[in-house]
Nanobody, 121 residues
Framework: QVQLVESGGGLVQAGGSLRLSCAAS?????MGWFRQAPGKEREFVAA????????DYARSVKGRFTISRDNAKNTMYLQMNSLKPDDTAVYYC?????????????????WGQGTQVTVSS
């Protein structure tokens, strides 16, 4: 069983930046970020393969967010730039037992508790 803990969320003005971290208690393979805004379903944000050779992004964040990982530290990151009020959501870290890039929630086996990101206009 792998435990995931997110950190780095907070309140930021539109146009600002935040970096989220996801610390895993053990080795993980494919990892990803999802988010859920109030009244909306959880949606895919970004994913990264085990060796970080492949990444994928939702269209809404492409060019503004960057996903990365440090396997030596069992940690994944999400650098978020040019933030918009529409990015306001709880951001969840997820880990898979497969090595590829997954964009569907059903592909992930472990989930963190989430970290709140609020972008003010």
């Amino acid at each position: 069983q792998v435990q995931l803990v997110e950190s780095g969320g907070g309140l930021v003005q539109a146009g600002g930046s935040l970096r989220l971290s996801c610390a895993a208690s053990g080795r993980t393979y494919g990892m990803g970020w999802f988010r859920q805004a109030p009244g909306k379903e959880r949606e895919f944000v970004a994913a990264i393969s085990w060796a970080a050779l492949s990444t994928d992004y939702a269209r809404s964040v492409k060019g503004r967010f960057t996903i990365s990982r440090d396997n030596a530290k069992n940690t994944m990151y999400l650098q978020m730039n040019s933030l918009k009020p529409d990015d306001t959501a709880v951001y969840y870290c997820a880990a898979s037992q497969t090595r590829g890039v997954g964009t569907s929630q059903t592909e992930y086996d472990y989930w963190g508790q989430g970290t709140q990101v609020t972008v003010s206009s």
